[in-house]
């Protein structure tokens, strides 16, 4: 249990609530200043009720799951919770401030079709390994995070190289050693191929999403968005994916194996977090471009074709507006457990 208790004495007697810096289904997030040291934090307010329902055991979920993932000490890559506060309607909780926004907002630029920013392999890898040892501290206390995307990745600062913090544990679980859990949770562009056909979750699951981010990073594009959720599903469930030369041209082979390698469709298939940060893509200090002739190839589906220009245009402005459209609305596979 969390030792956590949620405080009910007004928050505004003791922070000072600023503007909303973000929102979720059921959750509105503003910056806010604690009065007594002038520190300033996230206040994540969330709704209790849900469709009618009382929720706040769903809720609470997050609170007591940031409480034993920090304990017995703080992980870095993760967000710290410093207090809780509830209301008849809401349960607020008080968490690390993040001044350079999620990571979404650097994959994908909200209102044109370039990229928001153009990062670099090494950039990229920078990010990805601090993704993988916040998970990596997740995995070996037996939680899988299950909603691992650039949504979910807060940028500490906004300089080139900046730290990371995972958030939003809403949909975490604890699986013990020989435990079989089936659920369907998720973002369906980042989801899991197992958990779209109700088969066991685990510690994979969270891998396949990082496949997928690093696709994301690199390109600006998602590698299964469909015109609906039905075809994205559909697409990552025959794990529907390539490496287009339009948008790999000048990436390394490295990466593309990185990426390959995660992305199987039997999650026996897929490497654990501590081969991911052992893969020579994420140990590279000099990124090497490598000939196109090595170009990684997957079966091809029916979205991209390389000899037409066209397509491949077309497509590329279908995927970035899916990514688009994932950032402006909530696309979980199960909305009544989406904070």
């Not at 993932?69 to 919770?81: A, E, F, G, R, W």
Request: charged share 25%.
């Amino acid at each position: 249990m969390s030792s956590i208790v949620a405080q009910t004495e007004p928050i505004d007697n003791y922070y000072e609530i600023h503007e909303q810096i973000g929102r979720g289904q059921y959750a509105v997030v503003r910056r806010c200043t604690q009065k007594s040291t002038g520190l300033q934090f996230a206040a994540k307010f969330v709704r209790k009720r849900r469709k009618g329902q009382d929720c706040r055991s769903e809720v609470w979920h997050e609170v007591e799951v940031l409480s034993a993932v920090n304990t017995p000490y703080q992980h870095t890559k993760i967000v710290t919770l410093h207090e809780v506060f509830e209301t008849r309607n809401e349960l607020i909780l008080i968490l690390e401030l993040a001044l350079g926004g999620d990571l979404h907002r650097h994959c994908v630029a909200l209102d044109t079709d370039e990229p928001a920013s153009s990062r670099s392999e090494k950039e990229v890898v920078f990010l990805l390994r601090q993704i993988l040892e916040g998970l990596r501290h997740l995995h070996n206390q037996n939680y899988v995070h299950l909603d691992i995307k650039p949504n979910n990745i807060l940028l500490m600062t906004e300089i080139l190289y900046p730290e990371i913090r995972i958030i939003d544990f809403g949909l975490a679980r604890k699986i013990k050693p020989g435990e079989q859990i089936c659920l369907i949770v998720g973002t369906p562009e980042y989801v899991a191929p197992e958990i779209l056909e109700f088969e066991p979750v685990g510690k994979p699951s969270d891998i396949w999403s990082i496949g997928v981010v690093a696709y994301v990073m690199l390109t600006g594009m998602s590698p299964f968005a469909g015109e609906d959720k039905q075809e994205t599903c559909y697409n990552v469930s025959l794990c529907a994916m390539d490496f287009p030369d339009s948008h790999f041209g000048s990436i390394s082979f490295t990466a593309q194996d990185f990426i390959a390698k995660i992305l199987q469709r039997n999650p026996a298939d897929r490497p654990t977090v501590e081969e991911c940060l052992n893969h020579p893509w994420l140990n590279t200090e000099e990124l090497v471009q490598k000939s196109p002739s090595r170009r990684v190839r997957r079966t091809p589906n029916h979205h991209t074709t390389a000899n037409n220009e066209d397509s491949c245009k077309s497509e590329h402005h279908k995927r970035r507006k899916k990514l688009k459209q994932t950032n402006r609305e909530n696309n979980s596979l199960a909305d009544n457990m989406t904070l």
